[in-house]
């Protein structure tokens, strides 16, 4: 069966017309509003200010489409970005079947990105270990069987194609109680109790910090 869900290969997205890193150049860096895309952002930052350039960095400015228009409209330069992302959401319709296919839709829009960065990242559904356990709940399967589950996704994942809606058709999950919300707040609803099941980024510190466990995909 296809993998519910699409890796994430990280990389940058620039405008074409933004000057190049270099000595005297300004550039302004977005990020996503999740850690990993923060502090990917920051580094960024310190590549143009390494290069004798200066950069200032727009942090957590929202999701996909924020980011996407701001790099249309001219209101940052470059951002971090995820090539599962870009052909599920940004590009989703066309026939996109590896990264030439990319490089040339996104120029279309006066875009490019980088090389992958060396990285990639993957979604996952996480519960608290305690309710885990109590429930005997290791697989995605296994959430079938317990149809009051609450389940607080971010925003992005429940409107994404290989999010929540290949999530539940794949599964077949009868769970009503689904709310969008941000991501860092999906987390602390889980440590409240308030909800049962979270969206992941496999790369995520939370899930150690909050002792979470990783749900297999095992229809994948």
């Not at 959401?89 to 990264?99: A, D, F, R």
């Not at 409107?159 to 707040?185: C, F, I, K």
Request: proline share 3%.
């Amino acid at each position: 069966m296809k993998q519910v869900f699409t890796s994430l290969v990280c990389v940058i997205v620039v405008c074409l017309s933004s000057p190049a890193f270099g000595k005297n150049q300004n550039v302004t860096v977005g990020s996503k509003s999740f850690t990993e895309s923060v502090v990917l952002g920051e580094l960024v930052s310190h590549l143009a200010r390494s290069a004798d350039g200066s950069a200032i960095h727009r942090q957590a400015m929202g999701g996909t489409r924020v980011l996407w228009n701001a790099l249309n409209n001219g209101d940052i330069d470059i951002y971090p970005e995820y090539t599962g992302t870009i052909t599920q959401e940004i590009l989703s319709g066309q026939k996109i079947t590896g990264m030439k296919d990319i490089r040339q839709a996104i120029a279309a829009h006066g875009l490019r990105m980088s090389r992958p960065l060396g990285f990639n990242n993957t979604y996952a559904i996480g519960m608290k270990e305690p309710r885990a356990n109590e429930l005997g709940i290791t697989t995605v399967s296994d959430l079938r069987t317990h149809p009051d589950l609450r389940f607080g996704f971010s925003n992005e994942f429940m409107d994404r194609g290989d999010g929540w809606p290949s999530l539940r058709n794949t599964y077949a999950l009868p769970q009503q109680h689904v709310n969008g919300l941000e991501h860092d707040l999906a987390y602390r609803g889980l440590e409240s109790g308030s909800i049962d099941a979270i969206d992941l980024y496999m790369t995520d510190a939370d899930i150690q910090y909050y002792q979470l466990r990783v749900l297999e995909d095992d229809l994948s």
